[in-house]
């Protein structure tokens, strides 16, 4: 506003002086036009200074630093790129097929199964062999645990009369069909008496129980002649025992009948 108001001042005088210099120009018209020339440098110097003063102004009021140059937006604000683009992310490398696990698991499962059938053959296969191999006759496994024990010299008295009293009660279990390995002494011998067996040997087998369990839990000591005696009656006992019941089943015969009327052969027991 300051600006403005000077510049008519100047103009206004101006004006004036040419006024001035129009009434005198009719006598000296060359030197009115000197100083209207002159007056107009004079009128644009002014404005010209009073314009640059007016600039400076303004930049002294603006305010200065960073916070002044990000407050106020750039006239000219550069277009954005449209051309440049992320980095695409890293693309997996490998083998990438949905359908790889489910047939490992499938194969897994495949392996498994067929390792279990194999086990389960085999087994079979084994349990098979066992059943076609007989068991040995009691008679027999006596004997050939009491052929163990033979040499007495080589054993103390305890181990071998807990031996010497398992194969004769295995033997009892097998031949006659009584519990003597789970009894005690005092359970077996009211058994012995029951024992289609002769007097003599059950007499004698009553005694050797006896006679062991002082041997086998008080630690009694005994000497090598009477532990070849105690074998020797236990196999008396197999041998006797075993033809007594080979006897007695020989004793079995069996009457065949000739066929009557289409009827098959028929087998009747006959026991003397």
Same mark, same amino acid.
């Given at each position: 506003m300051k600006t403005i108001g000077v510049t008519r001042m100047?103009?206004? /005088?101006?004006?004036?002086?040419?006024? #001035?210099?129009?009434? !005198?120009?009719?006598?000296?018209?060359?030197?009115?036009?000197?100083?209207?020339?002159?007056?107009?440098?004079v009128i644009l110097c002014l404005l010209t200074f009073l314009q640059a003063g007016q600039v400076m102004g303004e930049e002294a009021a603006a305010p200065a630093g960073p916070a002044a140059a990000s407050e106020s937006p750039a006239p000219h604000a550069p277009a954005p790129m449209t051309d440049i683009h992320d980095i695409l992310p890293p693309v997996p490398v490998?083998?990438?097929?949905?359908?790889?696990?489910?047939?490992? /698991?499938?194969?897994?499962?495949?392996? #498994?199964?067929?390792? !279990?059938?194999?086990?389960?053959?085999?087994r079979r296969k084994a349990r098979a062999i066992e059943t076609l191999v007989p068991e040995l006759p009691p008679e027999m496994t006596a004997m050939q645990a009491l052929k163990e024990i033979a040499d007495v010299r080589r054993l103390d008295g305890k181990t071998f009369y807990f031996r010497l009293s398992a194969i004769l009660r295995q033997y009892?279990?097998?031949?006659?069909?009584?519990?003597?390995?789970?009894?005690?002494?005092?359970?077996?011998?009211?058994?012995?008496?029951?024992?289609?067996?002769?007097?003599?040997?059950?007499?004698?087998?009553r005694s050797l129980c006896r006679a062991m369990d002082p041997v086998k839990f008080g630690g009694e000591t005994v000497v090598e002649k009477q532990m070849e005696t105690d074998l020797f009656f236990a196999r008396e006992f197999v041998q006797k025992t075993t033809l007594a019941d080979e006897a007695e089943n020989k004793g079995e015969q069996h009457i065949v009948l000739p066929p009557d009327d289409g009827n098959s052969k028929k087998q009747i027991p006959n026991r003397k």
């Open positions: 100047v103009l206004d /005088l101006v004006i004036g002086r040419c006024d #001035i210099g129009d009434t !005198a120009s009719s006598r000296r018209p060359c030197q009115t036009r000197s100083r209207v020339i002159y007056t107009t440098g490998g083998i990438d097929a949905p359908w790889l696990v489910p047939v490992l /698991l499938a194969l897994a499962a495949a392996a #498994i199964l067929a390792a !279990a059938w194999w086990w389960w053959k085999k009892v279990f097998g031949r006659f069909a009584v519990g003597a390995p789970e009894m005690t002494t005092e359970e077996f011998l009211p058994c012995i008496d029951r024992l289609p067996v002769d007097s003599d040997l059950a007499r004698g087998l």
